[in-house]
């Protein structure tokens, strides 16, 4: 079960102007919240963040955002206990409710944002800074291709059950308003071609459902 989607809202909207307030201005929603705003029906239970420009690294970016308001951020170790890092965790005010923030930072390779990605190319929605939707569904592929790639059961499950009905949701919506993720050039030709072997990814692993290939199709790729 997500927290209601006012409490997410309102978290999201504390944590971007908390990352603003010490210097992190360069931020946007990506993952579920952000396919939320986007108009797919889903439950929200995290809050994914990309920082473009990240002046620190993730840890010290965490540290400073507990610094900056201890009675809402504070850190949890994950329940592997071998993990090196911490989660961060944001607590809803005046309720028992709390909801993990994972920052993507833009300079790590894992996270595949482009160099040539800018804050100008992220949207408003409901005051909110987003990321748009052909960056959205391309980082709900990247989840996916992850996730179907592990060895933990419940990890596929979250592919098969969170993942793809996403996917399937925001290429019909990305559909609807005619638009076309492969246009756009300017987030580099390595970008472009690893979304093109995504999507051919997805669609061969689903190969006998045939929805993901064609929803994939009507939306440019070549699957």
């Not at 952000?34 to 029906?41: C, E, M, P, Y």
């Amino acid at each position: 079960m997500g927290l209601p989607y006012y409490e997410c809202f309102e978290a999201a909207e504390y944590v971007l102007g908390a990352l603003a307030d010490i210097g992190e201005n360069w931020s946007c929603l990506i993952g579920g919240m952000a396919a939320k705003l986007h108009g797919v029906d889903r439950v929200v239970k995290d809050l994914d963040i990309a920082v473009l420009r990240p002046d620190s690294s993730e840890e010290d970016i965490q540290d400073a955002l507990v610094d900056y308001d201890s009675s809402r951020f504070y850190l949890e170790r994950p329940r592997d206990r071998r993990a090196s890092f911490y989660k961060l965790m944001y607590r809803i005010p005046d309720t028992t409710h709390v909801i993990k923030v994972d920052l993507l930072l833009g300079d790590n390779s894992d996270a595949e944002i482009p160099r040539t990605f800018h804050r100008n190319h992220f949207v408003e929605i409901d005051g909110l800074r987003v990321a748009p939707l052909y960056f959205v569904l391309y980082h709900k592929l990247l989840g996916w291709d992850l996730r179907t790639d592990d060895r933990r059961l419940w990890k596929r499950n979250q592919a098969n059950e969170k993942d793809y009905p996403d996917i399937i949701a925001l290429c019909k919506i990305i559909y609807r308003l005619g638009m076309r993720p492969l246009s756009k050039g300017h987030m580099g030709r390595e970008y472009l071609d690893n979304y093109q072997r995504r999507a051919e990814f997805i669609a061969g692993y689903y190969n006998d459902r045939d929805l993901a290939r064609r929803q994939l199709r009507r939306i440019g790729f070549n699957v």
